[in-house]
């Protein structure tokens, strides 16, 4: 299979160009900065580069390369993570504009297959929900505090990959080699730098490299028009996740930081680790994709 992977040096891209590389498709990888080029043919893939907010650049692209699939992982965020609503404006206008130039590319080319990336968060902020969350209510909670515009634009991305006959994969929080406020998060809990935020959130979490192999899985045999929350069998708070890192480093365990206090200079972080409810199934990933996350 021919695959056009937008968004090739994103976090998930780099695995996912070599997992599909190892599938033994034809993989294609698209960048709008000839500086990564390199980095995408090491990964296996070819490299072009192209804008996707150029609407007549990406019809070409896809036009001439005439892929059977098309995955668009088009999202960024600064590169510790985003603090507060104003740090999703660049991932708001890919939402908004560059993804759904993609899709509408690859519609005209007559793709038969389109793949996109989105988080849990996509469910949205809210405080409480049953013991495991699954696909059946796509919109449940309301946004953080003055992030309505972003997760609309999330949200809208999502319809536009549905309408058109897409498969939309909902990752967990990344934690593995390579990401990097988990590697962050690691030297700072080496420094016993690293403090557990309190609150009542539970998050989904998911491995970088189940990441790539999920995508890979639904690129091959997702269902048309489908949601897959892609998340391991473990939900936890951040505490928790951090109280592991502390314990697999032979640290003491971290000192606690309450969700409120750090609310006061990161409002996201606080709304989306210290008090969103999002703790995910991911038995329909299992079932259709013949996928499961690997234990560790």
Known sequence: MRVLVAGATSVPGLPLLRE???RGHEVI???RSPSKTTEISAAGAEPVVADVFDSAQIDAVVAEFAPDAVVSLLTTLPKWGPKRPKDFEPATKLWSIGAPNLVAAAQRAGVRRIVAESVIFAYGYGT?????????DPYPGPPPPKGAGFLGALRGMEQTVLSAGGIVLRYGVFYGPGVTHDDLFRRLAKWWAMPAMTGTGILSWVHIDDVARATADAVECGRPGQIYN?????????GDYVR???KQLGWPRPWPISHKLVGLVASYPAAAFGRAWLPMSNAKAKADLGWTPIPR
């Open 244 to 246: 592991e890192l502390n």
């Open 29 to 31: 990888g698209l960048t």
């Open 230 to 238: 892609i998340v391991d069998d473990r939900p936890q708070s951040f």
């Open 128 to 136: 409480t929900g049953p013991a495991l969350m699954d696909e059946s």
């Open 20 to 22: 599909l590389h190892a």
